[in-house]
């Protein structure tokens, strides 16, 4: 399902209403927002995959754990395409934030439960301490939306880079 | 297909037309009609795995049963943006149920093709008891929304935790 | 890729303007169309699956001749976008009709390859004789479409149920 | 990922506005640059294909290379739609070869990663020569398309069939 969300935000789109170079700046912050949704729906995708590689047998707790983080994910076209129409309008831009807070949440949801089903005796993944930290900064960066918006795209923008970059296994 | 069916439901969801926070609620019947197809597809997604799963070969007959299930999943995208864009109308909760009680008797019927299949000589499952009565359920919501349209809706919230809680296998 | 195209197709189904039962019924001709279409390629998904599964190796001739009936195919959603919207208007059915002619023809190149592929020594499969008799059919339901669009209309029903109905082994 | 993206393509392709022959004439254009993107598409699905079939194992760097390469295949259906919208307009016929352009370098990029991973020793393909070439005709007609457009569309044109044509293994 999740080749199908980062497929589909491409819809949410639209061609530029001229002919005219001028007329593709107009489309850019739109098409900036899709290029980091992208970017956030490719880093989920590697993870997702990641986790449920190690995963032998799934029971319903975890089919729905994974809906659950799916549900979330499904909304990201939608607030893309809100926060890409109204470029650093607050409210767009902090609800981007709240999508992504809650994909994080469901994310560590998932990856918790499955250590459940794993049995290992001791649960030790709310998520990474990157999982953790990430989720402490979404939170600041709504506030901070809500205040100057650009500072809440600023965040977004360097969580992603943290979550390309390192990669360390 | 099933993963399609739940993902481009999203399409259907307009962004807000304000930045406002006050526009948020404008789109929220839509919102939450979307939050509960979703659910539905997803116990559909995952009961159907589970029927096919015990499933060994598949022939023609079966092919059409689950063509005629998803045919009639394929309209809860419509008929939610349909309901989602007209809260709480007469007509569009009616036929959201009308909708989503083809879906429960086509995979009714589609159980009861697997196990002909399955030649176990007796045929048990014209469903389970908890399918024959959503069956039920469903066929009263739409009679009770052409009347009241809260008691319809109200009606399909219930019988979607009725299916996501228990699981007792 | 065949799932992806009959899943889009609800996407060109509008939601109906108002929200009265008789709402539906200025929708019914293009809901109609939907299901016709939802036919055609569900026989094509059965029958395209019990073709390849005959097959041990592709190549690049076979892979062409598959996307070239691709093609054909995903123009199905368009052109029952344009056909639900006109109903019973000549030049719609009539290209409803071309589009059905061009996908069956290119599934008969498939075919015909594959046999290449199979080194049989003889080439049987310029198709079945039922695939012949229906290209025959689609071309006169064009030429009576422009002439008098039910018709055509009438042909396309015939020859949906033709190819659901026998299904001898 | 690519069969949805060939697939969602034809939702850009809107239905004329009339009924009659003419009316096809009018979106004609439309028509042929979802041809010749749909032709554009399944060659990269074809040797797509065919490179990762010759991958024993893909590490995060090539996921990366991979998700890199359909960032910019993803962009494909808007452009054709801005392109198809504005025949022989030149900014979106150059933005048309933009795009493909960045295709080619990161399928380039991609088999080069590939090549690294199997550490063959020698890093023999910054792409076949074809790509090379290929890479300098869409420079080429980038420059052409904001001079003249169709010279643009002929190149592109040109090199689906150069790719398409000769195949030899």
């Known amino acids: 399902m999740i080749p199908i969300i980062i497929t589909i935000m491409v819809l949410e789109l639209e061609p530029p209403h001229g002919t005219a170079v001028a007329s593709l700046a107009e489309v850019l912050p739109g098409w900036l927002r899709y290029a980091l949704s992208f970017v956030y729906v490719g880093i989920y995708w590697v993870n997702h995959h990641a986790l ?12 729905w754990a994974n ?49 459940v089903e794993a049995e290992t005796g001791r649960v030790h993944s709310w998520g990474s301490r990157k999982n953790r930290m990430s989720i402490a900064l ?21 969580l992603a880079i943290l979550w390309l970059a390192p990669e360390t296994r």
């Open 138 to 158: 979404y939170a600041l960066a709504i506030v901070l939306s809500l205040w100057y918006a650009p500072l809440g795209a600023v965040i977004h923008v360097l």
């Open 52 to 63: 449920l590689d190690r995963v032998a047998k799934v029971d319903s707790a975890v089919l």
């Open 67 to 115: 809906l659950h983080l799916l549900f979330w994910m499904s909304l990201i076209p939608w607030v893309t395409a809100w926060a890409g129409e109204n470029p650093m309008a607050p409210v767009p831009v902090a609800l981007y934030g709240v999508v992504l807070l809650l994909c994080s949440v469901s994310f560590m949801l998932l990856s918790w439960r499955l250590d």
